[in-house]
């Protein structure tokens, strides 16, 4: 064999062993395929092969799919993987799958495709192509009906979770469950095929016979129908396994092909494949190689138990990793370890933690109130006050205890991380983990890069990040970053609505119906307006008459910061988040349109949305022109895991190729002609540019 073959080829007595070696996951490309094709035409043309075993070895089967190869001519070209399974399921030789580690997508096709299937227990089966807004293509809604039953069956397609092997053995789709050495087995169960004669099984010649499998089906139509939107895909899932219970089998393959192709077209699908390649690319930076040296994280420190801090503990906690935890007093730091233990004995109840978990969880974090207990921390965050002299005072005494090589972060969501990373004599040390409230839910992480930050720091945070389950997207320094400060334009555009016209309620819904977790204004009053008052006084102070007066402010003026008081854009019942719209804030609103001199208009819900969305573009589009973010996609990724942007639309900027750049930028050159217009309306050059040229963000 060759050995630059991605398929390995031995013979083991009168048996070939055709091993997938792709790595990292066996992604079932056009080379891989073709590879898979020579060597099972060798194995069926050599007259001392009995029976064939295909396998990945013992640690995976094939993830599936090369997502990279989607909607290019290499996913079409032969041998496609139907080809491919159409050539395994005619052999006269029988083929045994030896499945370990992952079998998904259109793996789990492929070993569909065998005669026979042995599997270690622990292997994980699934057909995950619904969380790409696709459905299997490849026979999987018709093979696994057959093989598992029509309920099992619709189960794993429509939710695209995978599940252990062991759930399926007695069923057609294994016929051996083992606890190791799958190989072996396989070899070993294929000799016994030989001995006995045995004739391979096709599962397209399996026939459904169930009676209650129609009543199943209207059940899951109404319930998918009722769940899955805005995107199309769940429920088409349903009418291709509806397919294999009603037709013949090539009929049904045959509508499968045709659903997945239109599916393909979807915008919705080409948001959730760009999100997948999206956030794996984050992960990649082009001036530190992938080998860099990482830095032993085994104890972290974090200042500050409060709602920001606590999170943070228990992002790290959940992961192993222990934490010292410091506050400035007893009362403060039991009130934070308080809420902390109320936060896991809420999952103990939902059945999501064992008291054990929440034991050892707990037994984590050290409590302190010393700074010399971060001594030996190798990383310490701080989640303190936003306001420099704050971040001046703990750096420097950070600088004094923390041991040498020790990384040491700020969480801050704007300030200036360079001037943070002066208070130090390691600024290479430095860095910005920006999380996100709650820490240990929200899925994003701001990593952000001072200018002297050393190569393996950031790697080592990049690592850190997937240790304790967080999208992370590097940031450069900036005021806000990428996310806060694309929120502020954002909130900026949401503010002129509200002056020219528009209401609070009005412009949250128009978002929210767009997509939007939550508008602008129900999002300000959950984090708290008193957060965004303090930095527009602070950038005010820095550079006066460029922050002028804001509704925003008149709302903070009469005591109104959100949900935590009870009021802010909306009043809120005691214990409760639901947002009551406030004729006290009307008259707010009011009383300043009238002393600026505005009088109201209509607006609609279109112009809402274009505005606030455009106005997330156009920041982004600059952010990428200061070389804040590396890719336009990332800037999609903060978006979409850290505000809540809707996931089928697939981040602002990608939003903005779907439309158009040129009508993007045409409704931005409208808005900045517009009388007393901010500059920022005018449409970022580099933007400019790309329509131009034809071209788009992604």
Known sequence: MSTNSPVGSIKLSSIAILTMDQPPVNGLGLVLRTAIAVQLDRALADPEIDAIVLTGGEQIFSAGADVREFGTAKSSSAPTLSDLISAIEASPKPIVAAIAGNCLGGGLELAMGCHFRVAQRDASIGLPEVKLGLLPGAGGTQRLPRLVGVESALNIIVSGQPVPAQKFAGTALLDEVVESGVVDAAVAFACRVVAEKRAGKRARDIKIVDPLAEPFLQFARTNVEATSRPFPAPLRCVEAVANAVSKPFDEGLKLEREIFMSLMASPESRALRHIFTAERAASKLADVPADTPLRDIRRVGVIGAGTMGGGIAMAFVDAGIAVVLLETSQEALDRGLGTIRRNYETSLKKGKLTQVQLDERMARIAPTLDFMAFAEADLVIEAVFEEMSVKHDVFKRLDEIAKPGAILASNTSALDLNRIASFTKRPQDVIGLHFFSPANVMRLLEIVRGAQTAPDVLATCMNLAKRIRKVAVVAGVCDGFI??????????????????????????????????????????????????????????????????????????????????????????????????????????????????????????????????????????????????????????????????????????????????????????????????????????SVLVKLTQEGRTFN
């Open 483 to 684: 996310g806060n400060r694309m929120v502020a334009r954002y909130g900026a555009a949401a503010g002129q609505l509200l002056m020219q016209g528009a209401s609070p309620q009005q412009i949250d819904g128009a978002l929210q119906r767009f997509g939007l977790a939550m508008g602008p204004f129900r999002m300000a009053d959950m984090a708290g307006l008193d957060i965004g008052w303090a930095a527009r006084k602070r950038r005010a102070a820095e550079d006066p008459g460029a922050q002028p007066r804001t509704a925003a402010d008149a709302i903070c003026e009469a005591g109104r910061f959100g949900q935590k008081t009870g009021a802010g854009w909306y009043r809120y019942e005691p214990g409760k988040r639901d947002p009551i719209p406030d004729p006290a804030v009307d008259e707010i609103i009011e009383q300043f349109r009238r002393e600026s001199g505005i009088t109201p208009r209509k607006i609609s819900d279109q112009e809402i949305v274009e505005r606030c969305i455009y106005a997330l573009v156009n920041e982004g589009a600059r952010i990428l022109e200061d070389e804040i973010a590396a890719r336009a996609s990332d800037v999609d990724v903060v978006y979409l895991s850290g505000y809540g942007f809707p996931r089928h639309r697939g981040g602002p900027m990608l939003y903005a190729d779907t439309m158009g750049l040129a009508t993007v930028v045409r409704a931005l050159k409208r808005f900045a002609s517009e009388p007393g217009a901010e500059a920022w309306w005018q449409p970022a």
